[in-house]
């Protein structure tokens, strides 16, 4: 364990970092309310209202939207596949592929565009049931969210790390639906730092998904995910106060994939680069004080070295990250220091 002269040094406000992007690339805003159960202040307000303008969702013959209703498997199908055909391209079905989809079923159709056209369900002979009663869980509406829009689930493959407390085995098959999904900024982690693959999902869980995808794609989610990085920032501080290398190093993972994402959508904006290589150093932070906990003091110095390299070209990128830039360089100084003097100690 490092000193506490350590954890005096790291244990500093870092929120209001300054990821601030111009209003230009906000989000835009729903202006009517369209179902009296989802208000303006509800999670699922903007997803809702656009999803409805759209023409992609809508609600119940009362006028209800039931944003706490599960969704089955079924009607994720449909909530997936509807906006990427023409009502022209339903298939009219002779012969049914599932034993528990009968031709005549309201989705079947759709069921059907999603195996064989967009290839996002198994079928024959993999499968033949399709289950569609039962609640659509996260991870599987992420994959087949992420295929129906031809994301590369290979994306970001570089990065095979933990991600939350649940979510730990980058060979799992839902791992790189949920590392994608962390880089577009469908998904986040929950207070307790849980990512939650086996939740079963409402109605707003879909419509937030559905809509932070679609945003993402057009460029219009690189606000969020710099705010969810420099949070993931001010959690890893927190948790290298607290001696919790397991957290730090998830948040750190976290926070990287954030970056890349807003990075990978908008990559000339200067301080989109500069965010990148300033949560890339504290991510070598993490990695620094990880090796000193494990008394490995010339990896810890070696890494704390390359941190200190990253802030600096991320404070020199864009002013408005100098300062934390330099906080950055502080603390791997003094990792560095810590690791020299304990290896000293050991050497005698």
């Known amino acids: 364990m490092y000193p506490s002269s350590l954890h005096r040094a790291i244990v500093v406000p870092v929120l209001g970092l300054g990821l601030m992007l111009p209003a230009a690339i906000a989000l835009a805003q729903a202006s009517q309310q369209s179902f009296a159960d989802v208000p303006s202040n509800h999670p699922a307000y903007q997803a809702v209202e656009y999803l409805k303008v759209q023409g992609i969702i809508s609600g119940y013959s009362d006028g209800a939207f039931r944003p706490d209703k599960n969704v089955n498997r079924a009607e994720a199908v449909k909530i997936i596949v509807a906006p990427l055909i023409a009502a022209g391209e339903l298939p009219k079905l002779t012969a049914a592929t599932y034993g528990d989809v009968p031709i005549e079923a309201w989705f079947a159709p759709y069921i059907e565009i999603a195996r064989a056209k967009l290839g996002i369900v198994d079928g024959p002979p993999k499968t033949t049931v399709f289950y569609g009663e039962r609640p659509v869980k996260k991870a599987e509406f992420l994959k087949m969210l992420l295929l129906a829009h031809k994301v590369d689930p290979g994306a970001f493959g570089e990065i095979r790390l ?93 926070a990287l994939l954030s970056a890349r994402g807003a990075h990978a959508r908008q990559p000339t904006i200067p301080l989109v680069q500069a965010a990148l290589k300033i949560t890339e150093s504290f991510r070598t932070l993490v990695r620094a004080y990880r090796a000193g906990v494990s008394r490995q003091f010339d990896d810890a110095i070696a890494l704390a070295g390359e941190a200190w390299n990253l802030a600096a070209k991320g404070g020199a990128l864009h002013s408005e990250l100098a300062n934390i830039a330099e906080k950055v360089q502080q603390i791997a100084k003094t990792m560095a220091d810590n690791a020299r003097s304990l290896k000293a100690q050991v050497s005698k």
């Open 162 to 254: 933990p991600l939350a407390l649940d979510v730990t085995n980058p060979d799992e098959w839902y791992y790189p639906y949920m590392r994608y999904a962390i880089t577009a900024s469908v998904t986040m982690v929950s207070s307790d730092g849980l990512l939650a693959p086996g939740r079963e999902l409402t109605r707003a869980d879909v419509a937030i998904f559905l809509h932070r995808l679609l945003m993402y794609r057009e460029g219009r989610r690189t606000q969020a995910l710099l705010t969810e990085s420099e949070t993931e920032i001010a959690n890893i501080l927190d948790f290298i106060g607290k001696n919790d290398v397991q957290n730090a190093e998830l948040a750190s993972a976290r």
